[in-house]
């Protein structure tokens, strides 16, 4: 069993990405680590940070149910930009957990394209 995230269309060869629920946890971790964020001190992840006090565009990502509702093409619009630098760092040292998020990023940046072009939701599923 696992999450993926797909554009809201009746495309069914459109592009989509996916994890195992273990696996996007992985990956929404990294994500926050990357916006300078400790994803265990948040609300909703064990901690009392509230999500309104961070100043990322990546929040509407990173504070998502993981196995329903969507996200907005104007919530997609605004992560875009961040999620492209992200796919621009390079690996440390050949780091190959580094190069898996870095992929992870990549892929999503294509579902988030096609989402945009199409003018459809992300769709959590």
């Known amino acids: ?72 093409p104007t919530q997609c619009a605004a992560m875009l930009p961040r999620l492209e630098a992200i796919t621009d760092q390079q690996p440390k040292d050949g780091d190959p957990v580094h190069e898996r998020r870095v992929d992870d990023v990549r892929q999503l940046v294509a579902v988030v394209r096609y989402c945009l072009e199409k003018e459809v939701e992300l769709i959590f599923c």
Not at 15 to 32: H, N, Q
Not at 41 to 69: I, Q, Y
């Open 1 to 72: 069993m696992g999450l993926m995230l797909a554009p809201g269309d009746d495309n069914v060869t459109g592009p989509d990405v996916s994890w195992s629920y273990t696996g996007f946890d992985m990956f929404r971790e990294w994500l926050a680590q990357a916006e300078g964020l400790a994803l265990a001190e948040m609300n909703g992840f064990g901690g009392d940070r509230m999500w309104d006090s961070v100043s990322t565009t990546l929040a509407p990502l990173l504070d998502h149910p993981d196995d329903e509702g969507s996200l907005t």
